[in-house]
């Protein structure tokens, strides 16, 4: 089973920034061709995709998170990033990352709160 780690989360004020990161046990050949995607899960509220990235030509977002957050990711390191900023409290959840098809063991997310 392939599991994956998040991190970067924390408390932060709305209009500032967090980076994310999300490390994959898959080897590199597996991780190299997967999409992968962002989710987000707010309290009472289900688990919805936030971004993904299939490769550097084809990403995609939410329409809430469009022109605030982008995704990238570095094969090498089997690692996908979410670089967010000008966070709002609305953005408050705990994210976590997976492949599109939400295939793979669901790790423990890291949690974002944006609050003054």
């Known amino acids: 089973q392939v599991q994956v780690v998040e991190s970067g989360g924390g408390l932060v004020q709305p209009g500032g920034s967090l980076r994310l990161s999300c490390v994959a046990s898959?080897?590199?050949?597996?991780?190299?061709?997967?999409?992968m995607a962002w989710y987000r899960q707010a309290p009472g509220k289900q688990r919805d995709w936030v971004a993904l990235?299939?490769?550097?030509?084809?990403?995609a977002y939410a329409d809430s998170v469009k022109g605030r957050f982008t995704i990238s990711r570095d094969n090498a390191k089997n690692t996908v990033y979410l670089q967010m900023n000008s966070l709002k409290p609305e953005d408050t959840a705990v994210y976590y990352c997976?492949?599109?098809?939400?295939?793979?063991?669901w790790g423990q997310g890291t949690q974002v709160t944006v609050s003054s």
């Open positions: 997976n492949t599109l098809s939400r295939a793979w063991v």
């Open positions: 898959a080897s590199g050949s597996i991780f190299n061709v997967v999409p």
């Open positions: 990235i299939a490769n550097t030509n084809h990403i």
